[in-house]
């Protein structure tokens, strides 16, 4: 069965700082990656996706993830977190017409 | 160009009421999805409708939960009657193109179902 584990619930940054968010997925084939954010009382915004080509995609506000096979991951990275970017941000894999989302990570960001 | 829209955008109901959530997709977009994410859990599919089909419905957890997208417009998920357990956010996207993972979805602020 797919599956898409964050294993952090929660971090906490300064801001300026830089940001990684794990994901890592498991799914026989070559999935379909996704980064959503949901800012507080919005709904979730796709921040970038992978479907294939080159592994380093780079998606909107300064995100950018990089897509490892070896080890069935797609990390989020940000280079100079903004107080804005406090959020929860969401992994996702897309298999057939169904999302398959990790438990989200919580992002704090401390001026 | 308006987003997806859901209402309530908060519910507190006791145990065995009905609630009816709606979710208003972007106009012209075909297809459909909701989602519920437990507090703590990962956000999960529930349905996905193409139109006013239900394409997919395996992720509906029991016949307490009915959705309808009459006309192929807005959608609604009723719960009916309510447990503790239907407690969560409930996530409403569409999406305009075939309705296969590579689409865009886009995703509404959610419905805070809350039952005592």
């Known amino acids: 069965a797919q599956s898409v584990t964050q294993p952090d619930i929660h971090i906490t940054v300064s801001e300026g700082a830089s940001l990684e968010l794990r994901c890592n997925y498991s799914?026989?084939?070559?999935?379909?990656l996704f980064w959503y954010v949901q800012s507080p009382g919005q709904g979730l915004q796709l921040l970038l996706k992978y479907f294939s080509g080159d592994t380093l995609v780079q998606g909107i506000k300064g995100f950018e993830a990089e897509f490892k096979r070896s080890q069935s991951s797609f990390n989020l990275r940000k280079p100079s977190v903004h107080w804005s970017d406090a959020a929860e941000y969401f992994c996702a894999v897309g298999v057939g017409n169904q999302f398959y989302f990790g438990t989200g990570t919580s992002l704090t960001v401390i001026p | 160009e308006a987003g997806v829209t859901q209402f309530p955008s908060h519910s507190v109901i006791e145990k065995g009421q009905t609630v009816t959530l709606r979710c208003d997709p972007i106009s012209g977009h075909d297809n459909l999805y909701w989602y519920r994410r437990v507090m703590g859990k990962e956000i999960k599919f529930l349905l996905h409708f193409v139109k006013e089909s239900k394409q997919d419905e395996s992720g509906m957890p029991n016949n307490r939960f009915l959705a309808e997208r009459t006309g192929g417009t807005y959608s609604t998920l009723k719960v009916q009657p309510a447990e503790l357990e239907d407690s969560g956010v409930y996530f409403c996207a569409s999406s305009q193109l075939s309705g296969g993972s590579t689409d865009t979805q886009y995703f509404g602020p959610g419905t805070r179902l809350t039952v005592l």
């Open positions: 799914y026989g084939a070559t999935p379909y």
